[in-house]
């Protein structure tokens, strides 16, 4: 050993006092870098940044998944409203007009069954009967009426 008992080894190796570091001290940082921490865990280094933890979430609330209470519900009536089913007779039925129980009155109407059977018996050398089916009531629409309010009812298209 050394007469002085500091500097160097038994071997002559460079040996370090005890109380001294045995790295040197570190360079600052660059620009933009992240200081390193010198601090010992648990608890960061002075310099070092302070980051906020978030929020805590909301507390817990017993109701929220509750399903409320139904509504009273309110009755709901459609009426639906549908073409009479009329014949080629007069019907007895409730007049959707003046809701009174009537027979319906008939007005009877040529169609295109009534003219395309005329232009057959035309076709067929008996063109002087082409008249009848402009007389005969089978030929022609039925259309139905109130006979109290005179509303239209239907058509019976025969």
């Known amino acids: 050993m050394n007469p002085t008992g500091k500097g160097t080894g038994p071997e002559g190796f460079q040996t370090q006092p005890l109380n001294q570091v045995p790295y040197p001290a570190q360079s600052p940082p660059y620009p933009g870098q992240m ?27 017993a109701n929220s998944n509750v399903i409320p209470p139904p509504q009273a519900a309110s009755t709901t009536y459609v009426q639906v409203v549908t073409r009479a089913q009329v014949g080629p007779d007069p019907a007895s039925m409730v007049c959707p007009s003046c809701t009174k129980h009537v027979i319906t009155r008939l007005d009877y109407e040529t169609s295109t ?33 109130c006979p109290n309010c005179g509303a239209y009812i239907g058509t019976y298209r025969g």
Do not use: E, M, Q, R
């Not at 921490?37 to 648990?42: F, N």
């Not at 005329?118 to 067929?124: D, E, P, T």
């Not at 063109?127 to 005969?136: R, S």
């Open 35 to 61: 200081p390193v921490a010198t601090g010992g865990y648990p608890h960061p280094a002075s310099n070092a940044p302070n980051y906020a933890h978030p929020p805590p979430p909301p507390p817990y609330d």
């Open 113 to 145: 069954k009534t003219h395309i059977a005329a232009g057959l018996l035309c076709l067929f050398i008996c063109w002087p009967c082409f008249w009848i089916p402009y007389v005969i009531d089978s030929c022609k629409n039925a259309n139905h009426y």
